[in-house]
């Protein structure tokens, strides 16, 4: 599972590498940007969620070990 999670943590920071590159700095609020930003805020939001699963696994290892 710490494989699978990794993996997608790490497609979800690729995402939002390439949407930053989508960015056209000139003119933030304007244009395409919007679906640019949206896709920062999505994969960043995977990213926490996914970090948040990992962590709560561990808990429940340790409260699993203690019984």
Known sequence: MKI??????FIA???VIFNITQ???N????G?????????AASCCAILILVIF???KKIEDKMN???
């Open 4 to 9: 699978f999670t990794n993996t997608l943590v």
């Open 13 to 15: 920071a690729a995402l």
């Open 23 to 25: 960015l056209d700095f």
């Open 27 to 30: 003119n933030l609020f304007g």
């Open 32 to 40: 395409d940007n919007a679906v640019a930003f949206i896709g920062i």
């Open 54 to 56: 990992r962590i709560s």
């Open 65 to 67: 070990d203690k019984q």
